[in-house]
């Protein structure tokens, strides 16, 4: 449990030697002070999802502060070893909410991860696969959609339960096998139509919104997405469903691709005029920490004011409809559910109470307390491509804690979270259903009533 060994100096050490990850790059992202931050006290280690799992200091946010100072000091470099225990971060941030000292990780993880990734070099690389899909696949909705009709068919016809059975699946690539594996259990033939650009609300107009959608969600669960308009309709809201928009720039941001990132995000910056909105409405808690994160991330750049703008309007739907002042479904759900928080929901944007109030609402659901609930699945964007084992030590250890509560329904803000505890749960031979709050809120509240878009 060696801390890498290093000290803490108070100012930065000039080095000549080679730091293994440009400098100057990170340093016009990263301010200095941030590092400073961190008085080295240890009370974010508990909340640590690889601290707890590997007990090594250096897979804690105090080890792995302690790393990324000593690299950009110039007392240690960005070598395989430094590599792996950041890498093995999920940028989960429950060291932030655990922090008292106020230590901003996101800020210096995410571009440090990008650093390493922009410097990597032959097997510091993820496979050629992994990283074509990054690029050319995932970011794009109507690619993704593409790229799942055989999924689809696979799973409506059973082909892919026999591959499965007969240990056919193994002769695709690993990459493949666990994108597979991540699939939701039930996915139509044919996925619903897209939704309208226009949707108006139930009974008077409260707010006028405009609906991120997004790109995996789209994609994968576009149920969730008509789920989430058809509750912003019954409480009162006009929906948009903004032309021209694109993937947030996550996927791309959190693979060293910073350029295809910064694209996707000016080209929303285009595509939404804030000044039309109450609000900009999005559900799955990973994109919305990224857009609520515009206004940082493009502070040096050119659209910094149009940035601020956007990032003022997003909200994710469970903050904006409390407080908005949710209108009560009627429909009782009687069933026992239980709810996960995702980290980029709680930690990234703290919303905890808000899911549970509404949730609250449905009468007869009853929602029981998961222990651990704060600490990460394991999914944690693509963490579950790039770090197998890990993914599935914590996706199991969160499978067990929701398996003990007896619940048979799970809710989760955010796609990857679904998608992942899903597959560990029923890998476990446990088939609950696994659902954004909005697909229960939806169901509670009932069809819309003439239908007019
Ligand atoms: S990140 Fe915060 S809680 Fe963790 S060691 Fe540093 S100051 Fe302490
Ligand atoms: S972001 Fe999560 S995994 Fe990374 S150091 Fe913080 S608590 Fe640990």
Redesign the pocket.
Known sequence: MKIADVHAPEAPIKSTSNPGVDLAWLAERVEYGLYQDCVHCGL?TA?????VMTGDEN???RG?IYLMRAVVDGRAQASEKVRNHLG?????????S?CPSGVQ??KL?EPFKVALELSAKGNEKPPILLRLMLKHLFPYANRMKLALIPARIGKATGLLNLLESTGLIHLLPKTLQRMQAMLPTKMPLFPPKDLASKLSPVGPRRAKVALFTGCVTEAMTPETNQATARVLQHNGCEVDVVHGQVCCGAVSYHSGDEMSAKSFMRQNLKAFDPSKYDAIIMNAAGCGAMLKDYAHLMHHDPEAEQAKAFTAKVKDISEFLVTLGPVKPKNRIDIQATYHDA?HLC?GQQIRNQPRQLLGMIDGLELKPLEETEI?CGAAGTYNLTQPEMSHKLGQRKAEFIESTGATMVATGNIGCQLQIQKHLHDRGNHSDVVHPVQLLDQAYGPIPNRNS
């Open positions: 974010c909340s640590c999802p690889t601290y897979d804690s946010p792995r093995l971060c999920l940028d989960c941030r429950a060291c932030e655990a990780y996101g993880i980290c930690h990460c």
